[in-house]
């Protein structure tokens, strides 16, 4: 079937279109869209594919889904529209990267990460409005589990940031003798303070990148 997503991801991710699974889920989440209000908006389900690559992933950050509050989505996790106020863990993200490289961000619209190769993936790509977790295990895990899977086959020299026991989980996907995994507990304000803070993941993600011959992020 034909799915708007850029296209090295529907190359790489062609299978899975044809899965009865994604045949499933799709089909749920026309309906769901149809009946009643979801988030992100439907032309930005796909927005962290379409802003990165798959050849141009540098750094892969793993949320579990959307924000659900109506307006706060926008296709990539923990990032809200600038004008905005940024969400708990976004703020708790922005304190550490003050606290690792001294710098200070103010824009909560975090593309400009995902234009430089960061890959801001949400384990679930879709969410009923005012209902955290609504469209958990119908069939996104699958689909998003298989574009970590291969990355970790198919490049080299990527960090994937874990935050989290949920985003921690997803380690077993990835080959860490071809790439660098970072984990700690995740910015939550009920989490942060058990180990997010002091964990340096922007600095370490830049020092890695740097030693295998890439580009650092401009996290600022």
Not at 78 to 83: K, Q
Not at 186 to 201: T, Y
Request: net charge neutral; proline share 6%.
């Amino acid at each position: 079937m034909s799915v708007r997503i850029e296209e090295s991801w529907k190359q790489q991710l062609q299978a899975e279109f044809e899965q009865p699974y994604w045949q499933s889920l799709t089909a749920f989440v026309r309906a769901e869209y149809a009946a009643t209000q979801c988030c992100p908006a439907g032309k930005n389900i796909f927005r962290a594919f379409d802003l990165t690559p798959f050849s141009d992933v540098k750094v892969v950050i793993l949320g579990q889904d959307p924000y659900h509050t109506p307006g706060a989505a926008m296709g990539f996790c923990f990032s809200v529209p600038d004008g905005n106020r940024p969400q708990p863990s976004l703020q708790n993200i922005f304190q550490e990267l003050h606290n690792d490289l001294g710098l200070d961000r103010r824009q909560t619209d975090l593309s400009d990460w995902a234009q430089q190769g960061v890959f801001l993936l949400n384990s679930v790509l879709t969410v009923r409005a005012r209902e955290a977790g609504s469209h958990a295990n119908k069939g996104w895990e699958t689909f998003t589990d298989s574009a970590i899977r291969h990355l970790s086959q198919q490049r080299e020299n990527i960090v994937f940031i874990l935050w989290g026991s949920y985003a921690i989980a997803k380690r077993a996907l990835i080959d860490s003798r071809k790439h660098l995994v970072i984990t700690s507990p995740h910015p939550s304000p009920f989490s942060a303070h058990k180990g997010f803070f002091g964990s340096k993941p922007f600095s370490r993600a830049n020092d890695y990148l740097a030693a295998n011959g890439q580009s650092p992020i401009h996290w600022a």
